[in-house]
């Protein structure tokens, strides 16, 4: 069996899958992304990148020895679906010379106004509170998608959201027993949380939004239309939040705009370091 | 937490148990066999054990922070991948480590307010700074290289509980330090800065990882009683003299070189010899007087002190929860 077949049984749902293993794939050909699909596995590349990037900071800060390695797990599951969405992303955006480009090219060498990921992505960490926030929503709406994109007819997209699922779905065990315990604890951590949850949520309403492009692919059985992924999303956390005795915050939504390149004043400031010595060094490799 | 995990310490003993104990030590210590939580120990054994496992436990906490320093700029998304993982293996090393140690009568909490109050101390190569990209691979090459060297035969260690800690951590530093290796030898092999920038951090962290394996043997005065219980297998210059012999050989792999020409093989000895230290400077980071100690303790305390109000919460909602049980089964 050549090296390109071994490696195309490999990419089916279930199976562990590499980025090497798209990089390869998209390589010989095997793999090759409609326009769309590249554009979209773009935007679920850069939100899991930009998020793998703020966890990733709390490695060495965190309350307790557990949650470095937690949090740690949780940002390198990230990373993970992070290089495979760009990998095969990067087959749909050649270099000059024909060549994809590659997970890296589309990390360090993009500027801040081509990056696809929504708002939510780049908030601050805040505090442990703001985090699992974030975290609770991520989670569960990364849940609902990658639940339904393992039926893609993207036999790649398929792959990855399948190897995807079920990491976040300990993700979203982690922040909702985290929302329990800081909600239920003391006064102060459950003030906290209130609050963690209220500077999360203006930025709940951009995952669910529909625009052409998912139109397009959520007709041809590629992706899912966001708005779809809303009903579960908003009961299965409620039922965390009425467990914890919550309120769904009741704050108004920001107008987002992420999938068209336009970002809160963060994302800028989080480019500027992850980017910075890949940008010393063009053409080097590591 | 900490309570119920304190039962290895004995209570008071008679003169003839404590005798009887002793003797019963010994024979352990002479079969070359393991002592276990639950075992008489002497009072002096369990101090020196306790006091090495929690800062060998101390150095991987805070031996993170040099590397986390780079997680964000690593320069390629897999070296930002392999990066993260190997601080959060540091993490769980710190967390067997730190159970080793409770066994031993002490709590994690207790040892951490050591930690932070600068009474405890950890490995002082930790309190120089990760600089540049490099540095990740020196880090990995020469610091993990050394640990790997004083660790292995510490997998051999009397007290049960920390030799088997040792044999986890050992394989996995084994990867570490491969990873630092190949991210030099990519370096070395790079662009001329990417090479300069390699060999720059080889020449800084050299001498302080020969400095890991401790002072001299003539300078070491607790060595000799480490080596009689078995805990430690072999002298400071022994380890050096096997770590210099080993990394002269991979540096030729490398394409770069050790900032030390008076590397030798001693033909009359069997061993390999350096260049002389300079054993002041270890001293006085050691007194805290490094380039990173206060940033280095400053940055653990910041994690804690933010953390506090978590670790009550999550300690009010679990005594809460078990209230509610107890409610429960008693209805």
């Known amino acids: 069996m050549s090296e390109a077949n071994a490696s195309a049984t490999r990419i089916t749902p279930g199976n562990a899958l590499r980025p090497e293993d798209i990089a390869l794939e998209v390589r010989t050909g095997l793999a090759k992304p409609t326009e769309d699909v590249a554009e979209y596995a773009l935007r679920l590349g850069d939100d899991a990148l930009i998020l793998a990037q703020r966890l990733g900071h709390w490695i060495s800060r965190a309350p307790e020895l557990e949650e470095d390695i937690a949090l740690g797990n949780i940002a390198l599951d990230q990373l993970g679906h992070a290089r495979s969405f760009l990998t095969y992303a990067g087959a749909g955006v050649p270099n000059q010379d024909g060549t994809a480009k590659t997970e890296d090219d589309l990390a360090y060498f993009r500027r801040e106004h081509e990056f696809r990921s929504v708002q939510l992505f780049e908030q601050p960490n805040g505090d442990f509170a703001a985090t699992i926030a974030r975290q609770f929503v991520v989670s569960y709406y990364q849940y609902e998608l990658y639940r339904r994109l393992t039926e893609s007819t993207d036999a790649t997209l398929a792959a990855i959201a399948a190897k995807a699922v079920k990491e976040v779905d300990y993700h979203r065990d982690h922040s909702a027993q985290w929302v329990l315990r800081l909600a239920g604890g003391t006064d102060e951590s459950r003030k906290r949380m209130i609050h963690g949850l209220r500077t999360m949520w203006p930025y709940v309403a951009e995952l669910f939004r529909d625009d052409e492009l998912t139109e397009r692919l959520a007709q041809a059985g ?50 500027a370091e992850m980017q910075v010595l890949a940008r010393e060094h063009p053409g080097a490799s590591w | ?35 276990e939580p639950r075992d008489w120990m002497p009072a002096a054994y369990r101090k020196t054990l306790l006091r090495q496992v929690s800062q060998h436990a101390h150095s991987e906490i805070i031996g993170m922070q040099p590397e986390a320093n780079w997680i964000s700029r690593a320069p390629s998304l897999k070296r930002k ?41 950890y490995s002082s190569i930790f309190n120089y700074p ?26 051999r260690a009397s007290y049960g509980p920390y030799g088997r800690a040792m044999v986890r951590v050992c394989k ?39 400095m890991m394996f401790g002072p001299p043997d003539d300078d070491s005065p607790n060595s000799k009683q480490s080596m009689a219980w078995n805990i430690k297998r072999f002298s400071n210059d022994e380890l050096r003299s096997r770590f210099v012999g080993m990394m002269v050989e991979q540096v030729k792999v490398l394409g770069l070189t050790l900032p030390d020409d008076q590397v030798r093989f001693n033909e009359d000895t069997k061993k390999w010899e350096h260049g002389p230290l300079d054993w002041d400077e270890f001293h006085e980071v050691l007194a805290g007087r490094g380039p990173c100690n206060a940033q280095r303790l400053e940055r653990r305390r910041a994690a804690h002190d933010d953390g506090a109000w978590v670790r009550e919460a999550a300690a009010a909602y679990a005594a809460k929860q078990s209230a509610k049980q107890q409610k429960e089964y008693a209805a």
């Open chain 2, 1 to 35: 937490m900490a309570a119920q995990n304190l039962q290895s310490v004995p209570a008071e003993l008679t003169p003839e148990e404590d005798a009887a104990g002793q003797a019963h030590f010994d024979r352990i210590i002479a079969e070359d066999s393991r002592i």
């Open chain 1, 222 to 271: 590629a992706a899912v239309a966001p708005s779809t992924l809303k009903e579960d999303f908003d009961r299965l956390t409620a039922e965390v939040l009425n467990e914890a005795e919550l309120e769904v915050p009741d704050v108004p939504a920001a107008p987002g705009g992420g999938r068209e390149g336009k970002h809160s004043e963060y994302l800028g400031y989080i480019l």
């Open chain 2, 130 to 155: 990760a600089r540049t990209w490099a540095d990740m691979g020196a880090i990995g090459w020469l610091v993990d290289g050394a640990a790997i060297c004083n660790q292995v035969p510490l997998c």
């Open chain 2, 81 to 121: 991948a392999i990066l993260m993982a190997k601080v959060q293996d540091e993490a769980g090393h710190g967390l067997y480590l730190y159970s080793a140690a409770e066994t031993l009568g002490q709590s994690r909490d207790k040892m951490m307010d050591d930690l932070i109050a600068g009474k405890a101390r």
């Open chain 2, 172 to 210: 996995e530093e084994s990867f570490h330090q491969r990873q630092g290796f190949e991210i030099l030898l990519e370096l070395s092999y790079g662009t001329e800065a990417q090479k300069q920038m390699a060999q720059d951090a080889v020449n800084r962290w050299y001498a302080p990882a020969l």
